[in-house]
């Protein structure tokens, strides 16, 4: 039988510790959000930001105009379907989530859960 090395184990986890180990790290109890968080993790690790983080505030906007726009711009972001995921897991009702507008009329809005 043979056993791992002590050695790789202390490796591994000091890689994980600096940063230097893979992104892909799952759990299984891990949630969409879980995987939206790491994702975007490493998208800002390489230096990136999605389109969201632009600090216009269009995706949670009251004026559904600009939360369209926002939707649009989702578009092109490498976390587009995690993103959607992680709404769908959690049945989000407001603002736009992987290039989706899932705000509901106020009136709907209230005892959502
Ligand atoms: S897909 Fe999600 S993370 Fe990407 S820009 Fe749209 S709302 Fe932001």
């Known amino acids: 039988m ?3 090395s002590p050695k790789l184990s202390y490796t591994a986890a000091r890689e ?3 940063g230097e180990a893979s992104p892909s790290f799952t759990h299984p109890r891990q949630t969409p959000h879980d995987r939206l968080a790491l994702a975007l993790a490493g998208l800002l690790a390489e230096g ?3 389109p969201c983080g632009d600090g216009s505030g269009a995706w949670t906007s009251e004026d559904r ?3 369209t726009m926002a939707a649009r711009a989702c578009m092109p972001c490498p976390l587009l379907t995690v993103c959607r995921e992680a709404a769908d897991s959690t049945k989000e009702r407001f603002g736009v989530w992987g290039g989706r507008d899932r705000t509901q009329p106020a009136g709907k809005r209230k005892g959502a859960t």
């Open 48 to 50: 990136n930001r999605p």
């Open 16 to 18: 994980e510790v600096a």
């Open 65 to 67: 105009d600009e939360r």
């Open 2 to 4: 043979v056993k791992d």
